[in-house]
């Protein structure tokens, strides 16, 4: 089946801006993840929805930063007031439950903030 | 909350040697392991997981190995090959969301 999508696969966007990043995780997957691989760097935690529960965001590094799950089913996350540093690829994955269920990667977005 | 530590960060091998990868995590209670590959440009993709009930784990040239009682767990590659090259995550789990090492840059030499 089709796997974890992401919209768009690049962003250039100003410094200052606010910007939307999408992702359709797998059909069925409960649970999904938010995460910010910057260049040669590991992935960043951002956020998890599992469900109808609270979302976890513990993960966010301002209150620039925050995210929906609409339907439990298509995420977005959003950046208000773009600075230099969130320039990184943001990464979604789902999973089918949550604790101990493998993790399906989109393609992630690749955001520059100029 | 969950550590993980990844080495080495990056890792060079001639095609055909074995390379190896260790991870050490700090939450005694974390029960999934897995290990994700990603090659450039692209995402992570699941290569091999291990559950805390089990000590090692083999798939054709790959095999992970955990330790509980020192919290490691390493992957092992035999018989590498150059499309092996890429960069390799381990990552821990007790409660969601999954706690990644830095990664390991894994150079395979033709």
Excluded: M
């Amino acid at each position: 089946g089709a796997g974890v999508s992401q919209s768009p696969s690049n962003k250039v966007t100003e410094k200052g801006k606010d910007v939307e990043l999408r992702c359709d995780p797998i059909s069925g997957h409960t649970a999904l993840y938010w995460y910010r691989q910057s260049l040669g760097q590991g992935l960043e935690f951002l956020i998890y929805f599992q469900g109808n529960s609270a979302p976890d965001k513990s993960g966010l590094p301002s209150d620039r930063f925050s995210a929906e799950r609409t339907g439990g089913s298509v995420s977005t996350l959003t950046i208000q007031r773009t600075q230099q540093e969130d320039s990184a690829v943001y990464l979604c994955a789902s999973s089918l439950a949550g604790e101990g269920e493998t993790q399906y990667f989109g393609p992630g977005t690749r955001l520059l903030v100029l | 909350g969950e550590n993980v530590e990844q080495h080495p960060s990056t890792l060079s091998v001639q095609e055909g040697d074995s390379a190896v990868i260790k991870c050490t995590y700090s939450d005694s209670a974390s029960n999934y392991f897995p290990w994700y590959k990603q090659e450039l440009g692209k995402r992570p993709q699941l290569i091999i997981d291990i559950r805390s009930n089990v000590g090692e784990k083999k798939d054709q040239r790959i095999a992970v190995t955990l330790n509980k009682t020192a919290k490691h767990f390493s992957l092992h590659i035999t018989e590498t090959q150059p499309e092996d090259s890429a960069v390799y995550f381990c990552a821990a789990i007790k409660n969601t969301p999954l706690v990644f090492g830095k990664g390991t840059r894994l150079s395979v030499i033709a």
